[in-house]
Structures are given as structure tokens and as C-alpha cells.
């Protein structure tokens, strides 16, 4: 969506994903990715697994002075209040909630829309193939991909 409609991306990463390991595989994987899409980003190195019990305020901070710098229209992240059957991350409710203060703090001058990851897959072949080429050292089964939903690998 974002690449056929040219819309400069820039995408900010909260976490370096230790706990999943591979995580140099997987840094090398993730800057491939965003240069082959034509992608920005920033990598903070806040606590994998553990946003929940960091600095709400800090995190917020730290991505607001990136939104102002970047001059970020639109944040897209996960839904907050999201539970999601066979793949949930408290990481990533936790990304909603910071992406929604983000917003709120610079007065709503910022658009803001959250993935629903719920809902069942139409392009799990698209996706698939997406995620074997770029990120190999991820070993998701096609069944898994059908019941993360759109929004999984648009974000990865």
C-alpha cells in the first residue's frame, strides 16, 4: 500500500527483538528489507518482552522527538486493546498505546490508524514468499501466517 502509493515510510522499530533470537540474523534481514521497500527507520533499544515495565514517558518522548524530526503524518501500529488467538505480544499492545500518546501529546496534528491482526489472511502466499525471502531465519508456518492477519508482515 505504502510503496505503490509512493508515500515516504519511515519505520520505527521499539525493541532489537533479543528474545527471539538470531537477532544479528535478524538485524541484517531487517535492513535489507527497508532498503529494498525504500524504507527509513530507527531502532531504539528499549527492553524486548519488556515495555510494559519500562518508562511509559520516556518511550513516548523518545518517539515524538522522532515523529517531529521525520515530520511523520501518520502513525500505524498495532491496536492496544488487540488480543489476538495463537500470536499475542504484549510488546506490541504496548506500541499501540505509546503510537496513541504520541499522537494525543502532539495535539492530534498526527493521523493515527491501528492494524487489526485478527482478521484472516487474503494474501498468505504474498506474505509467505515475503518472509522467506527477507527474513529467512524466521521460521513461521503458512498456517500460523493465515491467522496473524494483514497486518503481521506489512509491519515486520
Known amino acids: 500500500m505504502f510503496v505503490d502509493s ?15 533470537g538470531f537477532r544479528d540474523i535478524r538485524k541484517t ?29 520516556k518511550m513516548v518522548k523518545a518517539i515524538r522527538e522522532v515523529v517531529s524530526r ?20 504484549p ?3 504496548r506500541a499501540g498505546e505509546i503510537a496513541r500518546l504520541v499522537s494525543v501529546s502532539m495535539g492530534g496534528r498526527r493521523g493515527l490508524i491501528f492494524w487489526e491482526s485478527s482478521g484472516r489472511a487474503t494474501r498468505t502466499g504474498e506474505r509467505i514468499k515475503y518472509v522467506k525471502e527477507f527474513y529467512p531465519s524466521q521460521k513461521i508456518p503458512g498456517n500460523i501466517l493465515k491467522k496473524l492477519g494483514e497486518s503481521y508482515l506489512l509491519i515486520r
Open 29 to 57: 534481514e531487517f535492513e535489507l528489507a527497508m532498503d529494498w521497500w525504500g524504507f527509513g527507520y530507527k531502532r531504539f533499544r528499549f527492553p524486548d518482552l519488556g515495555l510494559n515495565f519500562f518508562p511509559l514517558k
Open 6 to 20: 509512493k508515500i515516504e515510510t519511515t519505520i520505527i522499530l521499539l525493541t532489537q527483538g533479543e528474545f527471539g
Open 91 to 93: 510488546d506490541h499492545n
Open 70 to 89: 521525520e515530520r511523520i503524518t501518520i502513525l500505524v501500529s498495532f491496536n492496544p486493546n488487540e488480543i489476538v488467538s495463537g500470536f499475542d505480544h
